[in-house]
T-cell receptor
Framework: DTEVTQTPKHLVMGMTNKKSLKCEQHMGHRAMYWYKQKAKKPPELMFVYSYEKLSINESVPSRFSPECPNSSLLNLHLHALQPEDSALYLC?????????????FGPGTRLTVL | AQSVAQPEDQVNVAEGNPLTVKCTYSVSGNPYLFWYVQYPNRGLQFLLKYITGDNLVKGSYGFEAEFNKSQTSFHLKKPSALVSDSALYFCAVRDIKNYGQNFVFGPGTRLSVLP
């Protein structure tokens, strides 16, 4: 089973709201990722967690706050977002953070910021 | 720096005909190459990867890819296209920074299979 699940599927929020995106995998993967994808563009890496520790932050604004409560779960906390943050947010996981590993992606959360 | 190019924004092919989606790469060190497919409003689905070994890699849904070191290419192929293959296809290579944790994605190629 190579399934990564994400909730919610769609989210609409105002610029003053606080919301969270959730991601879950039960493949025993020890690396988890957040990507942002704009329409018709490739995904852009935001964060990488390895063994539940943040290993990469691609200079993401502090209004995005990741959290990895355990090896199966990954959250992305959102606060004071801007309309330009509207995008598809993808979660992915891989066995280890090794170059040859395959990353498996979830279906994404479509975020709209009003 | 690692980079991937997908020279065609759009590829149109008739159902039943062979399809090719092109990818060329520029890397330092070993090229670890991947193909992903994305259906509308969905996440990326892994199709196949080249790490080492045989230059012809077989993947999911009848897709295969040919690694050509001299031409620095990794083209995705399928002998007989289906309408359901219509989607956005991304070629990707592992970046050398951050110990290979990053992907460098190509810009994507939209495949349309016409009935």
């Amino acid at each position: 089973d190579t399934e990564v699940t994400q909730t919610p599927k769609h989210l609409v929020m105002g610029m003053t709201n606080k919301k969270s995106l959730k991601c879950e995998q039960h493949m025993g993967h020890r690396a988890m990722y957040w990507y942002k994808q704009k329409a018709k563009k490739p995904p852009e890496l935001m964060f990488v967690y390895s063994y539940e520790k943040l290993s990469i932050n691609e200079s993401v604004p502090s209004r995005f706050s990741p959290e990895c409560p355990n090896s199966s779960l990954l959250n992305l906390h959102l606060h004071a977002l801007q309309p330009e943050d509207s995008a598809l947010y993808l979660c992915a996981s891989s066995q280890l953070r090794v170059s040859t590993d395959t990353q498996y992606f979830g279906p994404g959360t479509r975020l709209t910021v009003l | 720096a690692q980079s991937v190019a997908q020279p065609e924004d759009q590829v149109n092919v008739a159902e039943g005909n062979p399809l090719t989606v092109k990818c060329t790469y520029s890397v330092s060190g070993n090229p670890y190459l991947f193909w992903y497919v994305q259906y509308p409003n969905r996440g990326l689905q892994f199709l196949l990867k080249y790490i080492t070994g045989d230059n012809l890699v077989k993947g999911s849904y009848g897709f295969e890819a040919e690694f050509n070191k001299s031409q620095t290419s990794f083209h995705l192929k399928k002998p007989s296209a289906l309408v359901s293959d219509s989607a956005l296809y991304f070629c990707a290579v592992r970046d050398i920074k951050n110990y290979g944790q990053n992907f460098v994605f190509g810009p994507g190629t939209r495949l349309s299979v016409l009935p």
